[in-house]
């Protein structure tokens, strides 16, 4: 069993990897989301992770507001995949926000040190919660036992043909991150999450499977489906964050290698991943393993064995007819 405490700018894929987790009881005890500024702004993404919660009739979960802004920058929002509000623009009543009057950052510190050892940390917003947690404490990062980022790449950028959205947002974070001395880190970047699209044909599965959470998945996925067609004139969905969950449940799913990783923070660069992998470098130290491939059939495997078991077998099904048509 993993204890994790999932990092998280809800936002469509996250939305889906928090209802994987959550799902996921038999191998995670998801201990609480904390939100940070990214897809959409803080106080929207926290209000977006109580509707998520709500969704998954998880409403005892607990919830802890992050950081507004990124360290030492502003950065917009990316409205264009999210929608304004975050969620698919799907118009989504309030919930209850039932948020702790802690903040992120306290929450992160005070839980990492008070269970030594005991959680996997994982981060798929930009970094700037855990940021500001490893300049509060200069034993957080010794703390915790695993650190899973959704973020980076070694050779693609969404936000620039070099950065990929979360270290774009807070490059200065994420740069302190890689730096900080995590016992183990692992980066789910571009180059993994590239393989694994919600295809159209999977996103009308889950309308025929007519659940409230397979239903909210459908509806939210439409703002994010269009952006993907308006931007790269792509059919589907990419589910960066929820691979990172997929990852936690089965680690096989990905391919990775030990690499030495540093984030740019200015210039026309600013925000790429610089990956040096040990087996090219070896005179570079390592600080974290990066997963270069992903496997898109294990990945739905996980994703319906635990979200829609009775519906495993014809995910499979169609996936095959779909990528072997190809
Ligand atoms: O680049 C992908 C990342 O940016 C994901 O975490 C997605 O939610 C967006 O925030
Ligand atoms: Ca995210």
Known sequence: MKRIIIDTDPGIDDAFAILLALAAKEKLEVLALTTVNGNAGVDQVTKNACKICDIA??????????????????????????GDDGLGNIGIPDTVVKVGCEHAVDYLVRKAREEKGEITLTAIGPLTNIAAAIKKDAEFAGNVKELVIMGGAEFK??????????????????????????????????????????????RELLYAINTPVSRFMHKISRVYMDGHWKIEKKLGCELCDV??????????????????????????????????RKKYYPQKEKNCEVAVKADVKHFYDIFFKYLFPEYLATAAQLLTNYYDSK
Do not use: Q
């Open 157 to 202: 950028g969404n936000m620039s043909p070099h950065a990929e959205f979360n270290f774009w947002v807070d490059p200065e974070a994420a740069k302190i991150v890689f730096a900080a001395g995590f016992g183990k880190i692992t980066m789910i970047g571009l180059d993994a999450t590239a393989y694994i699209y919600l295809d159209p044909v999977l």
């Open 57 to 82: 009739d998880e409403n005892e979960l607990p919830i802890f507001k992050g950081c507004s802004r990124p360290l030492c920058r502003e950065r917009e929002n990316s409205a264009v995949f999210h």
């Open 243 to 276: 691979l990172t969950i997929a990852y936690l449940l089965d680690e096989s799913v990905v391919e990775k290698v030990d690499a030495f990783v540093d984030v740019e923070t200015k210039g026309l660069c600013e925000g790429a991943s610089v990956v040096y």
